[in-house]
């Protein structure tokens, strides 16, 4: 997902998310006893809005990084406008809408923290082929990635420089959720 991304396609994902956070919760609490703990951690974002910089910057620029390799002859635009990561970064206030209106569960509690990629770009760059490489590779084949992660890491340090004395709370956020089995 993208700024550029339409409505429909965020109300997609949220129901998605919310469809298989809740199956994941009920089977949870198939499995455990009253009293029992779970601790969940997963990527989210500190705002209500889908597009924020905590969570969406990492892959527009993924994104762009495949739109220079089009425009370089490399990859074919065809390829990259059929290219989808299924990532979807919920909001911290609808997990927990979604957690009571499952029900298995008492809230203990919900925390986030954002934090900054790390610089130079090439650790960020590493980290997210690590991530999405054999998603990439089905669709647009191993010979591309060298290239393309190339580019990304280029356009992470230029974004990082763009950050520089920007009061931010970071650019990736998780959610760390404790729950108590009802």
């Not at 469809?19 to 029992?36: P, Y």
């Not at 620029?61 to 990859?75: F, H, I, Q």
């Not at 960020?124 to 010979?143: D, M, Q």
Request: proline share 4%; with cysteine; net charge neutral.
């Amino acid at each position: 997902m993208a700024k550029t991304s339409p409505t429909n396609v965020f109300e997609a994902y949220w129901k998605q998310f919310e469809k298989d956070f809740t199956k994941l919760l009920v089977l949870c609490s198939h499995e455990m006893i009253s009293g029992g703990h779970m601790i969940l951690t997963f990527a989210g974002r500190s705002k209500p809005d889908p597009t924020s910089e905590d969570c969406c910057v990492i892959w527009e620029l993924l994104a762009k990084s495949l739109v220079d390799m089009v425009k370089e002859g490399l990859v074919e635009e065809s390829k990259v406008s059929s290219f989808n990561i299924p990532h979807y970064t919920p909001y911290e206030g609808k997990v927990r809408d979604v957690i009571q209106k499952e029900g298995s569960f008492s809230l203990h509690s919900v925390n986030g923290f954002a934090f900054s990629w790390p610089a130079p770009g090439i650790n960020t760059a590493k980290s997210i082929r690590a991530i999405s490489e054999p998603l990439i590779a089905t669709h647009f084949g191993y010979s591309i990635m060298d290239v393309l992660f190339k580019k990304y890491q280029e356009h992470v340090v230029d974004h990082l420089a763009t950050m520089k004395g920007i009061t931010m709370k970071g650019i990736t956020y998780n959610l760390i959720i404790s729950l108590i089995k009802k």
